[in-house]
């Protein structure tokens, strides 16, 4: 015999099931119909569905901006609506309220991507010890690489799926000015907007999602790990419930806003000598991608157990340990493991000790070369 609980779940499964061509209202409390109505529909353009009854109407149902509304007699919070526009106008000027007390939010139909002023600081982040880990979309779990963000202007998060399998992912977009992956550990199968059949991206794979280009998590195996690193620290990820990937098109060089979507293969790119420092690099070609935006590469020693690097005049040089040890000289002595990372200010050199032969170092500078 069913629980009450099980009834009830049951039964309102039955109603919205019969319901579902219906249309759904937001209900707003409205003791006054006709002032609350002439705003609603002279100001704002929104137009009557029903209204009733004919005489002193009391409840009327709107549509208008992609939005249901129900004005009837009642008490209860009036309501925040957010109203998209092309030009909302000055901010002390962007909201108001009807005469039912509802306010009106008028915003950005499409905000810009505000970057935040940068707020320089030398970071040192240790896995063991340092951040906690939080709960992410679809399954992911977080842990944050550089704290305090240097102001809201840049993020870095080592990701994790521990268990593998089809990922509860959707096709989606991110309003940035940079985004990029980097596959430390496992193996992930994602697929890109015009970028052909899904691939799979396994340790020392990375990717340059370039603004707005639509993508797609597929599957992964347990325990993938990646690093990945983002202008501005806050944005936006958007659904796009109606692009099916993959689009059936490769176009590899299309233009995302003044960048093109980069596949970076490890296991296809030869490693060169990074100058006379006894160290040796893999270039990325993050940096071309992006049109000078942020340039990725991993280092790692080729003899020498020290590497020394000249003071940078970007905004960003961050740095994580993929595999091995080492010991970082800047502002005193910090020995660096696995997943450890730092950030290193504009104007101060710094250098690496006691690197141990297995060293494997992912360095990312945004501008690039910087």
Known sequence: MKNSKAVDRDELSRRAALSSDGQAEVQLPCPDLAPTLEFFI??????????????????????????????????????????????????????????????????????????????????VTRREGGPGE??????????????????????????????????????????IAFQLIFCRRGWVRVVYEDQGDPFVMTP??????????????????SGLEVIEVSCPALHETLADHDLVLPTGRALPGRDF????????????????????TGFERRETGVGQASGGLVGARVLRPA???????????????FGVVLEGAAVLECRGKHRLSACDAFVIPAG????LR???????LLEIRAPAGC
């Open 348 to 351: 101060e050199a710094w250098a």
């Open 257 to 276: 806003a003044g960048q093109v979507f980069l596949r970076h293969v490890a296991s296809e790119t030869p490693w060169l000598p990074h100058g006379e």
């Open 204 to 221: 020392g794979d990375c990717v340059l999602q370039p603004p707005r280009i639509r993508h797609r998590v597929l599957e992964s195996s």
């Open 134 to 175: 939080s709960e992410g979309r679809a399954g992911m779990v977080y842990r944050d690489l550089i704290p305090g963000r240097l102001g809201g202007r840049f993020i870095a998060s080592h990701i994790t799926i521990p268990q593998g399998g089809p990922v509860a992912d959707w096709t989606h977009f991110h309003k």
């Open 354 to 360: 006691h690197c141990e032969p297995g060293l494997a």
């Open 42 to 123: 002279g100001r704002l353009g929104f137009r009557i569905e029903s209204i009733f009854p004919a005489e002193q109407p009391t409840v009327a149902s709107l549509s208008g901006h992609g939005l249901r509304l129900r004005l009837a007699a009642g008490e209860g919070d009036p309501g925040l609506i957010r109203l998209p526009c092309q030009e909302p106008g000055p901010p002390d000027e962007r909201t108001l309220v009807a005469p039912n007390g509802t306010r009106i939010e008028l915003t950005w139909v499409d905000p810009p991507v505000e970057i935040p002023t940068l707020s320089e600081a030398f970071l």
């Open 303 to 317: 003899g020498a157990r020290t590497l020394d690097s000249p003071a940078h005049h970007g905004e960003l040089l």
